[in-house]
């Protein structure tokens, strides 16, 4: 399975951090070893040590402020070696807060890149969302109630869990923030030490020749004259998926010629619009790059703050307008009517009507695409970003 977004960030960051003349190593979990075993190996030049750490997920509310196991094995590798720099990336399963300590003693500078909500919720911050509130700009109730928290996941729930994860918090150089949606979210719940960076990705480095656009199109049966809309990612409820199904069903019912390009599993089970469907599954990074390449539009309709999907910064390289949610950082990369369109995915109207704008007019899609390339390449490159990291590094 593809690496998550968080993951394919830290790697490219990683790859920057080599490429910039650093000594790397890399600490990970592996799930098949046992618990605090430690396995050893070199990887395109980095030293990578992945620890063995597997529990049941009920747990995690507790063990992802101390795991001992990964702790314990952590403190082995920072005695065998010397570190000047730390950088932190989901540490909130495994690796645990713990190890904010466990660095800080060794006097390393740390920062911690947070990739997501989970210094502060158990999820995807979803409470704070009205959907009834159908505004082009509506309110997110930023406060995380604990009442809801505790009745949202119940067996998992741990009454100091985010007292205990301040403290550790508090011991960081620096907490960056992919989004200043993301950052107003944690400041609003006690998160103080923060400073934004936008993620960044590699930019294409090579042309995609006609031959590979006509065998893609072959093997998933898509048919010339036919408008493609990408939905991609890990998908789930939370990134709009009774959105993206109603939209398509008032699409089905009209003269549009529309299919819809799902990347990452086919979570619709509805017979009506299974010829409307296209479900290649998860795609290697190349066919990925087809896949924005022949859509004329690209979907991010998240119906919680989403940090700041990578999907976005994808297809805007590729040169697709993107409709996105207004909830979370997608709308800091896209300049609302210019490199696509911001929209509230719970108001399905506004929704659709952006969708059949774009469809319906061929100068409006090729000027969206030649300004989101243009953005991309002046805003949100990985040589941008690690541009932006490198002074907290020294």
Not at 128 to 144: C, F, Q, T, V, W
Request: aromatic share 12%; charged share 25%.
């Amino acid at each position: 399975m593809p690496l998550s977004n968080a993951e394919r960030v830290a790697y490219l960051m990683t790859k920057e951090y080599l490429n910039s003349g650093h000594k790397v190593s890399v600490i990970t979990i592996n799930s098949k070893l046992s618990n605090g075993e430690v396995k050893k190996m070199d990887y395109e030049g980095m030293t990578i040590h992945q620890i063995g750490s597997s529990y049941h997920r009920y747990l995690i509310a507790y063990l992802s402020l101390y795991n001992p196991w990964v702790v314990n094995a952590i403190r082995k590798i920072l005695n065998d070696n010397e570190f000047d720099f730390a950088h932190l990336h989901n540490i909130h399963t495994h690796i645990s807060y713990g190890v904010i300590s466990l660095i800080r003693n060794r006097n390393i500078k740390q920062i911690m890149t947070a990739h997501d909500y989970m210094s502060i919720d158990y999820g995807k911050f979803t409470q704070g969302i009205d959907s009834d509130d159908l505004s082009e700009s509506p309110k997110i109730h930023a406060k995380l109630n604990p009442f809801k928290t505790f009745w949202n996941y119940k067996k998992s729930y741990n009454p100091f869990r985010n007292i205990v994860i301040k403290f550790f918090l508090n011991k960081l150089h620096k907490i960056i923030t992919v989004s200043q949606a993301q950052d107003f979210l944690l400041r609003e719940n006690g998160i103080n030490n923060t400073f934004t960076i936008n993620n960044g990705i590699l930019k294409y480095d090579n042309i995609i020749g006609d031959n590979e656009i006509k065998f893609f199109k072959e093997k998933y049966h898509i048919n010339e004259g036919e408008k493609i809309i990408l939905w991609a990612g890990r998908l789930s409820d939370a990134k709009g998926a009774k959105q993206v199904l109603e939209v398509l069903n008032r699409l089905s019912n009209t003269d549009y010629n529309v299919r819809l390009l799902v990347v990452g599993g086919d979570i619709f089970k509805n017979d009506k619009l299974e010829k409307h469907i296209i479900s290649p599954g998860w795609l290697s990074s190349e066919d990925m790059r087809i896949a924005y390449e022949i859509s004329d539009i690209t979907l991010a309709p998240s119906i919680y703050p989403d940090p700041f999907p990578t999907v976005v910064l994808e297809s805007m390289q590729s040169g697709t307008p993107v409709i996105a949610t207004c909830f979370g950082g997608a709308k800091e990369a896209i300049v609302n009517g210019k490199t696509g369109f911001v929209v509230n995915p719970f108001n399905i109207d506004y929704f659709y009507n952006r969708i059949t704008e774009i469809l319906d007019n061929d100068e409006l899609s090729g000027d969206m695409g030649k300004e989101s390339k243009k953005r991309f390449d002046n805003l949100f490159t990985i040589d941008n970003c690690i541009k932006q990291y490198a002074k907290f590094v020294h």
